[in-house]
């Protein structure tokens, strides 16, 4: 099977992916927005929330793995889809790269994939 212009998903990602569903707050310029990550590597995550975030803008943010302390990051806006759940309601879909991360919270996250 031929693969497209950017490649197969699945083989330019490093870290499989684990599915979640984590709460996570974004810090944005008008406040903070509330989302829920669906699934997580250490090397970024895919959310949805219920307001857009711009593509390529960098947002500091709070990851909250169930059980566990919450884990600073920032990330920057890779993909961004919206997703009509309803006439008035949009839910999107937004995928994050982690830009800056403590080793220690790296580690923490790893950790807490490994033992999913």
């Known amino acids: 099977m ?16 684990q599915e979640v569903t984590w709460p996570i707050t974004i810090i944005a310029e ?9 699934n997580v ?3 970024g995550l895919f959310i949805f929330c219920e307001e857009p975030l711009r593509l390529n803008e960098t947002y500091r943010m709070s990851i909250i793995p169930d ?7 920032s990330g920057k806006i890779v993909r ?9 309601k ?5 995928g994050i790269c982690f830009i800056e ?6 580690e923490t996250l790893r950790e807490i994939l490994a033992g999913l």
């Open 2 to 17: 031929a693969k497209g212009i950017l490649g197969d998903d699945e083989e330019r990602r490093r870290h499989p992916r």
């Open 30 to 38: 008008h406040g903070t927005i509330e989302g829920e990550i669906r």
């Open 41 to 43: 590597t250490v090397d």
């Open 67 to 73: 059980k566990h302390r919450a884990i600073g990051v």
């Open 80 to 88: 961004a889809d919206a997703y009509c759940m309803a006439e008035d």
């Open 90 to 94: 949009s839910v999107y879909g937004i």
């Open 101 to 106: 991360f403590t080793d220690q919270d790296r």
